[in-house]
């Protein structure tokens, strides 16, 4: 069972990679979005593999159904032209590249340092969805208020900015 | 909620009629097993009297679509009194309605001064290549057999002047 | 995991069967749905009869349409872009798929026992927006672009007052376990009696309205079918499709209405379950088992009524104008949605 | 399974993500990257709740997607915005400082 989840952790794993690489290097913006769903989607069954199964539903649901949407939407609006598209990337985009790797880097070797070859701990209790409410309207009663205001700033500013007039 | 009357009013006809439908049939038929009779003077397919045609022409000018050809060459014919000139006459050599592309609207048969064409309510002449859609003279003229006689004319109306 | 009708079958082999069996729960509901809605009762509307040359009845009809779109020619657009205008259809169909995975057809004659899954439902439901949207893009087509941000705008309201109709079942049957939202409905009783069990169609009508107009919305039927209105955008963004991808589109089209007609009788009819008291049952577990052969029959029934209210309200309304369908869904569903949780929180506190 | 691995993945998108930031022009390209941060981000927030046994992670997950929700409708009626105004969505062309 574990080799399996292995297995599928590096099919997952190389997809998510490639379609995260396509997206900041693809040349038509509608194209960037779908390889972007590819990763959100990638991410949500790493979620399930990391038995996080109301996460990687809300995932779907949230970045999917209505984030990705949202985007495909805007892009489709604004500039939707098929093909390749030119003018997308920095005049100094290859520096990019020296500063993605040094951060990699760093990260790595801290990541390596601090956790090693530590193991998930396979009998762990598996959170169920009842203690993720129990926590959001537990401890985290205040933090959901704010967001709920975020949410609420944030519907009101967006049509706020997109009216017309 | 105002419209709520209105529109489970609508549900109902849709409703209603499924089930007239169930109970009474339909009001379509099933075309190639059962056919319905053809009102008298429909307009199925246009026939041709070959003896009254003089090939003057006037149809296929009128014609929107171009769809009437018409060829004739001239004669003599033997004059009608002893002693008088020859006549001429034209005869046809080809009559042709395409129609493929003929949209029955009907102006040749009300242009033609020699009652020449006459609708016929015949509708069955599909064909499965387009090339035979096109009718010549021998063909447009076996419609007439199916041509119905002219009603009789209404009281008091002219007699047709000769 | 329960062995299936009490025979030993290996895990491979409930899993195959599985499989199979979801694509007969989507195929078979959707061929059903087409003939019986689509070709009689809409002709018989009309007062026409419909197919009747091939087979009995025209019953064959569906089989004759399927073969004349797998022989058509594939045609894709020379601007198309083409790997997008490829995947689109079969992304519509993967969200159907998807979607009956969740949907219990007995006690154990289950696809998948998620603990989020009416959740999960809703989730996998918004996929096929993207299929839509990458149709409505890929074509190189004004109208498909048009008909493809419609569905988009519509599908985005729409999806709201569905999850908000759904959210009072959850709060009064107290989980999003399909299967246990099943059980809450039949083993419940109202006011003391328990010969009905307790449908939430009952106790949540106004959300049970609610989610059938969003599904409706949802499954672009009529009155809400303007992203597809083939007086003003030809037929929207299945424009450029022809062939076996527009076959996909079809299919997709009244599998998904098939699927959430189930959906939706899984949380306001009872889904697989009669009432338990009618043969003495207490809880999940003395269910007997000839229910899961049972089941599936009662939750195909279930659908079919279900299906006829949406075909019918389909085949009767003529279609809503753009600005008036977005107002209905935020003007008038989302707060009565809200009021509706509102109210059956308050209730669920209060009992 | 690892821990690490969970974490190198989300390292690794992580850094995609920098590099989509710094390099890309284009309004919404940036917005995409930033939302691969935050999935990164959301990644080793499950991995640490599944190591340690606890909802808090998942919680924070939570939180993560409802603002990157939130983040998107702004930031997409932003760039909307600002196409309607100078028909680019070019963040270099936004420089200027007269409106």
């Excluded at chain 3, 018989?44 to 019953?59: I, V």
């Amino acid at each position: 069972m574990l080799i399996a989840q292995n297995i599928g952790f590096a099919i997952i794993a190389a997809i998510m990679i490639v379609g995260a690489i396509r997206v900041v290097t693809t040349s038509n913006v509608v194209h960037g979005a779908l390889w972007l769903v590819v990763v959100l989607a990638g991410a949500a069954a790493q979620y399930v593999l990391l038995a996080a199964e109301f996460v990687a539903v809300t995932q779907v649901l949230v970045y999917i159904g209505a984030v990705m949407v949202l985007f495909l939407f805007g892009t489709m609006l604004t500039r939707s032209r098929i093909g390749r598209d030119s003018g997308l990337n920095n005049t100094y985009w290859k520096m990019g590249i020296p500063v993605a790797l040094a951060l990699f880097a760093a990260m790595a070797i801290a990541l390596i340092d601090s956790f090693g070859s530590e193991k998930m701990p396979s009998d762990g209790s598996i959170v169920n969805t009842q203690q993720i409410s129990d926590q959001i309207f537990g401890p985290y009663l205040l933090p959901f208020w704010a967001l709920s205001f975020v949410l609420l700033a944030a519907v009101i500013g967006a049509i706020v900015l997109a009216r017309k007039d | 909620m105002a419209q709520l009357p209105g529109l489970l009013k609508g549900l109902g006809i849709t409703f209603g009629t499924m089930m007239r439908t169930f109970k009474n049939g339909s009001n379509t038929v099933q075309y190639p097993h059962e056919k319905e009779a053809p009102p008298v003077r429909a307009r199925g397919v246009i026939a041709l009297h070959q003896d009254n045609c003089t090939s003057c022409m006037l149809c296929s000018r009128s014609c929107p679509d171009w769809c009437i050809y018409i060829e004739a060459h001239k004669e003599l014919a033997p004059p009608r009194r002893e002693g008088g000139k020859p006549r001429q006459v034209n005869l046809l050599d080809r009559f042709d309605i395409d129609y493929a592309l003929c949209m029955y609207c009907g102006i040749c048969v009300e242009v033609c001064p020699f009652d020449a064409l006459f609708w016929s309510p015949e509708y069955e002449y599909s064909e499965p290549n387009i090339t035979d859609m096109l009718h010549d003279k021998t063909k447009l003229s076996e419609w007439m057999e199916t041509v119905p006689e002219a009603p009789a004319l209404e009281v008091g109306a002219d007699k047709k002047k000769k | 995991m329960n062995a299936l009708l009490s025979i030993d079958i290996p895990y491979w082999g409930q899993s195959l069967l599985r499989v199979l069996g979801g694509l007969v729960a989507v195929l078979l509901p959707a061929g059903t749905i087409v003939y019986v809605f689509l070709f009689k009762m809409m002709s018989f509307m009309q007062s026409r009869l419909g197919p009747m040359e091939a087979g009995p009845q025209g019953s064959l009809q569906l089989f004759a349409e399927v073969g004349k779109w797998l022989q058509k020619e594939d045609i894709q657009p020379t601007n198309a872009d083409k790997p997008v205008f490829k995947m689109a259809p079969i992304i519509v169909l993967m969200s159907t798929f998807l979607l009956v995975v969740v949907v219990p057809f007995g006690p154990d004659a289950w696809f998948t026992d998620l603990e989020t899954g009416i959740f999960y439902a809703l989730a996998v439901s918004s996929i096929s927006v993207l299929g839509i949207l990458m149709a409505g893009w890929s074509s190189a087509n004004k109208y498909s672009l048009l008909g493809g941000l419609r569905a988009a705008g519509q599908l985005i309201a729409y999806e709201l007052p569905m999850v908000l109709a759904v959210m009072g079942v959850v709060i009064q049957a107290g989980t999003m376990n399909l299967q246990q939202i099943v059980v809450a409905q039949n083993a419940g009783s109202m006011f003391g009696i328990d010969t009905f069990g307790n449908p939430y169609v009952i106790t949540q009508f106004v959300g049970f309205i609610v989610f059938m107009i969003a599904i409706q919305a949802e499954l672009t039927q009529a009155p809400f079918d303007m992203p597809i209105a083939e007086s003003e955008l030809v037929s929207g963004y299945m424009t450029e499709y022809s062939g076996f991808r527009f076959l996909i589109f079809f299919i997709g089209e009244f599998a998904t209405a098939g699927v959430f007609a189930m959906i939706a009788s899984t949380l306001f009819l009872g889904g697989w379950g009669v009432p338990f008291a009618w043969f003495g049952w207490t809880s999940m577990d003395s269910v007997s088992n000839w229910m899961n052969v049972a089941g599936p029959l009662i939750v195909f029934t279930k659908m079919m009524v279900l299906t006829f209210l949406i075909m019918w309200v389909r085949f009767t309304y003529p279609r809503f104008r753009e600005d008036q369908l977005q107002r209905f869904a935020w003007k008038i569903l989302i707060p009565v949605s809200l009021a509706n949780i509102m109210l059956t929180a308050v209730l669920k506190v209060m009992f | 399974m690892f821990v690490n691995q969970f974490l190198i993945l989300a390292a690794i998108l992580f850094c995609i993500g920098v590099y989509g930031v710094i390099a890309r022009k284009n309004g919404v390209m940036v917005l995409m990257a930033i939302e691969l941060i935050l999935n990164a981000v959301n990644l080793n927030l499950i991995a640490f709740s599944m190591r340690n046994g606890s909802a808090d992670g998942q919680t924070f997950a939570l939180f993560v997607i409802a603002v990157a929700a939130a983040e998107v409708g702004v930031g997409l009626s932003l760039v909307l915005l600002i196409y309607r105004n100078r028909r680019t969505i070019s963040l270099d062309d936004l420089s200027e400082m007269k409106g």
